[in-house]
């Protein structure tokens, strides 16, 4: 089947999905990333790649940290960014998505940031973009409903590389609610594409998805067993929301299972790192003790997320 | 057409020609700073025949480039790496061809957002005229004139050691 997310050349046009996309893209963007870093230590914080080019971040769901990450990367390479707050605007008033973008579109748009509720948004897009003769135009996907998060993933795997220096030999968990999760969905078809032998999974059966195992996962629900002589330990945040429903009988039965605490670190090889996409919710999904420890690499998550962001970003406006 | 000249010269005997040409009138605050990837290994050559006390500079010009809206960016896009404060320094810009002139003035854009040196001199073992901007080197050994289709580069072996290769585009 065609991939939406290349030209016939091969080139990525479009960053939608990991799923599908060949070593060579994901290993590319990683060593572009790796350019950019530097780029924050230098009197000008700026490269003129997108110089002239609009960003248009279109966040018809809330998210401050992944907007704001977008917008320093966009103005790191010269461009100009417009946020659009969809969700008190256009939509409210009864506009739909596609009429959004049409607009957008006369406005001379160069590339579109999408953060939607909704898997699939971000590939609708796409789609309506080639249907009318506007392809010229490039999509990322910010997070679309449970579906996917590439730029978290893609970030998560620089933050891997950079500490490990390569995924043929590691052990990866990534643990709590991976049935609602797109950062561990795109995590997860990372690893697998750069060539990570063992990914698990861990968390309370009502929180995983089952097709896991068709994935090339393994499944724990007992913590303790699933971190045993881990490389690298990937938080997700437990959302509010899911507490409410009948998933989970209450936060802080959560942290005793699922909670990552020193003791339950300590199974993990002694050089683990430990990673979290934020926003951490402290005593739910982790304790202050860990997420502050010496073997946290959030906040370098963080740093990283910018670089690999301009990377990508400047990869689809040259293709 | 046959490519001239044949034989290439040894492009070893030519970096200790251009050291020579920059070692009168090197002063304290030199830096060497080459050009991913021919100049890169010929400011390293540089900075050991010069004895220079500093690492020189690495740079890469990917994301300055004037043809980015054609080509897109560059598939092997390398740090650059300036492990010395620019401002006030006499830089010396270091490639292995000068040709368009291009490369040097997206070099020249890159190195000032890094701060404003004291002035900025340009070394190229090869000058093989065409010029496209208003770019001309300080230092330079070997002129020469080739047609447009042919191509010129420097390449280092297993052992460290630099090499001309010359090939055709047809």
Known sequence: MHNPQLNSNGELIHLLSIEGLPRGILTHILDTAASFLGITDREVKKVPLLRGKSVFNLFFENSTRTRTTFEIAAKRLSADVLNLDITRSSTAKGETLLDTIDNLCSMHADMFVVRHASSGAPYLIADHLKRVGRDDIHVVNAGDGRHAHPTQGLLDMYTIRHFKKNFENLRVAIVGDILHSRVARSDIHALTTLGVPEVRAIGPQTLLPTDLGRMGVQVYHDMNEGLRDCDVVIMLRLQNERMNGALLPSAGEYFKHYGLTPAKLALAKPDAIVMHPGPMNRGVEIDSAVADGPQAVILDQVTFGIAVRMAVMSILAGN | ?170
């Not at chain 2, 020579?20 to 009138?25: K, S, V």
């Not at chain 2, 010396?92 to 490369?103: A, E």
């Open chain 2, 1 to 170: 057409m046959t490519l001239p000249p044949f034989p290439l010269p040894d492009a070893e005997a030519q970096c200790r020609a251009l050291a020579d040409l920059i070692r009168p009138r090197l002063t304290p605050d030199t830096a060497l700073v080459g050009i991913y990837s021919g100049g890169a290994w010929i400011a390293e050559r540089l900075s050991q025949l010069l004895q220079l006390p500093e690492e020189a500079g690495l740079i890469d010009i990917s994301f300055y480039r004037d043809d980015f809206a054609e080509k897109g960016l560059h598939p092997q896009v390398r740090p650059t790496q300036i492990p010395f404060d620019v401002n006030g320094r006499r830089l010396i810009l270091v490639d292995d061809v000068l040709y368009t002139g291009r490369t040097t003035r997206a070099a020249l854009n890159e190195l000032f957002d890094y701060g404003r040196p004291a002035a900025v001199e340009l070394a190229v073992l090869a000058d093989r005229g065409e010029r496209e901007l208003p770019v001309a080197p300080t230092y330079c050994v070997w002129n020469l004139e080739l047609p447009r289709q042919t191509c010129l580069t420097l390449g280092r072996d297993e052992t460290g050691l630099l090499s001309w290769r010359v090939e055709d585009h047809a």
